[in-house]
């Protein structure tokens, strides 16, 4: 099993940044790819962006250019740096992680924390 502690949501203006962590433990060793989704009320959820463990990336359309996605492997530990906020973006963030990059990239990942809203006001 693993566990997933995601850390780092809140509320910030528009046009304002947050950084999202994430920290995995246990059988870290089936990891392959770590990921950010996010759900937002009423909305399905919706895949934001994923790494692999030799650091390729995969962003959503939505968060292309504004969000950056990196991992430290040493740490066990993917970060998720949003900057340009808009209101569109506030939702419940989920880490999530998988062996396949395919998987996450589909939204399917076989782990996943616990979320932390991330709220940006206009």
């Known amino acids: 099993q693993v566990q997933l502690v995601e850390s780092g949501g809140g509320l910030v203006q528009a046009g304002g940044s947050l950084r999202l962590s994430c920290s995995a433990s246990g059988s870290i060793f089936s990891i392959n790819a770590m990921g950010w989704a996010r759900q937002a009320p009423g909305k399905q959820r919706e895949v934001v962006a994923c790494?692999?463990?030799?650091?390729?990336?995969n962003y959503a359309d939505s968060v292309k250019g504004r969000f950056t996605i990196s991992r430290d492997n040493a740490k066990n530990t993917v970060y998720l740096q949003m900057n340009s906020l808009k209101p569109e973006d506030t939702a419940v963030y989920y880490c999530?992680?998988?062996?396949?990059?395919?998987?996450?990239?589909?939204?399917?990942?076989?782990?996943w924390g616990q979320g932390t809203q991330v709220t940006v006001s206009s």
């Open positions: 999530n992680a998988d062996h396949s990059p395919v998987r996450l990239v589909l939204g399917i990942g076989e782990y």
């Open positions: 790494v692999s463990s030799g650091g390729t990336t």
